[in-house]
């Protein structure tokens, strides 16, 4: 299993550019989630999903938009980045019919840079 | 949603016991407690979990008083790699799947 993929690894945008950060799990597993961690600071829940076609807004949701046509994939969009949005960008995702509650799994993240 | 506290960062030996409390004054019946780990430019890593008393694996113990206020994660005889940022979460039983990060404690391993 590759687990939690993510892609790019780094991007680099001017103001007012879109882009979507990519996300996908090989695991089956329902839930997925986005956090943005900023330098030095805690990570701070965007959007999540419990399945296919049902999302909700976490912690930070202003600027970014989600949608989750299937099961292992959660795309995150920056309508229109901004320097606010310049942090590493991590996806998760768990199993909610297993034991371990709250077992998330991290990819390996997202370093965006809004110029 | 229960709300975590820690201790903003931690200094420790090669070799000794670390123990990292976390407060959660308002944890609901249902929640369990969830520790992660981060390494720089990683993403977190689950290390243990538990509801009340003791549990422990290969990495970590974790100890959880009866009023469940709060926790204490142990990590035994760490060494220079144990060095990260150690998270702290109240999971959400209430079924909205909000998990909510604190600012983690940051450990410094030193030799």
């Known amino acids: 299993n590759a687990g939690v993929t993510q892609t790019p690894k780094f991007q680099v945008l001017k103001t007012g550019q879109s882009m979507t950060l990519q996300c996908a799990q090989d695991m089956n597993h329902e839930y997925m989630s986005w956090y943005r961690q900023d330098p030095g600071m805690g990570l701070r829940l965007i959007h999540y999903s419990v399945g296919a076609g049902i999302t909700d807004q976490g912690e930070v949701p202003n600027g970014y938009n989600v949608s989750r046509s299937t099961t292992e994939d959660f795309p995150l969009r920056l309508l229109s980045a901004a320097p606010s949005q310049t942090s590493v960008y991590f996806c998760?995702?768990?199993?909610?019919?297993?034991?371990?509650?709250?077992?998330?799994?991290f990819g390996p993240g997202t370093r965006l840079t809004v110029l | 949603l229960a709300k975590t506290t820690q201790p903003i960062s931690m200094d420790s030996y090669e070799g000794q016991e670390v123990n990292i409390t976390c407060s959660h004054n308002n944890i609901a019946t249902n929640d369990y407690i969830t520790w992660y780990q981060q390494f720089p430019s990683q993403g977190p890593r689950f290390i243990i979990q538990g509801y009340k008393t003791k549990v422990t694996n290969e990495v970590a113990s974790l100890f959880i008083p009866a009023d469940r206020k709060s926790s204490t994660l142990s990590l035994p005889r760490v060494s220079l790699s144990d060095t990260a940022v150690y998270y702290c979460l109240v999971g959400d039983s209430s079924g909205t799947y909000k998990y909510i990060f604190g600012t983690g404690t940051r450990l410094k391993v030193l030799a």
């Open positions: 998760a995702s768990r199993d909610l019919a297993g034991s371990s509650y709250n077992e998330q799994f």
